[in-house]
């Protein structure tokens, strides 16, 4: 990267950035990606903003080129990443947000700084960046204030939303005490599959005979993927604390 990064490339930036923007139009995951990796070996610096706007329609479904070369550029640069990653997650743009706090989360990797700015956005009206802060406060990143990061991911196993629930689901699967279990016990019982599905998996290992009988009227879910998951998950040997 560092050997394209030259004046004389700099002036491709423009054009850089424009074949971007219509790679990224066109949803042309692969062209996209070249153009970034290019862009982000003349420019450096100077080509966050236009990656992190790419960064907004690619989620990471489709490989994970982009996301390395931004997060190359965040090593590099941190206080410049860090600038605009918090200018991100003022915006008026869901998806814009949603790239912001994704940047905090690794350039904070430990919550120690800007936990109180992903507290806040587990209450965002927009319900993806809901669920991403729910995944966010399961991460490392939660480790900043834990207690308080336990609380907003309880909460969220209520939302109204159901990816919401999935992914503070999801979160609190490393979570063995008794209040939680007894939590994702209620959300097996969830009308959303994909819910009931990641209940499952947390439930999974668990010797608390409450997790086994969620799991056992699971096996007979009307979905056929949870009754496979609620199956698989009885299987594995049950961990005692």
Known sequence: MEQLRTTAAAFLQPELEHRLARHVDADDSFARDRIAHVLAGACGEAALPALLRARETDRNDDGDTLELDVLGLFEAWPETSLRLVLGCTDSDEPRTRRVGLWGLSILDFGGTRHFELIARAAYDPDPQVR????STLGSVFGSGDPQR???IL???TSDAAPEVRRAAVGALSSVRDEMV????VVRAGDQDRWVRYSAAWALARRPAPEARAALERLTTDEDAVVRDAAREVLALPV???
Do not use: Q, S
């Open 181 to 184: 279990t007894d939590i994702l």
């Open 131 to 134: 669920a991403d802060m729910m």
């Open 149 to 151: 990061a336990r609380a």
């Open 239 to 241: 961990k005692f604390a």
């Open 154 to 156: 309880i909460a969220g």
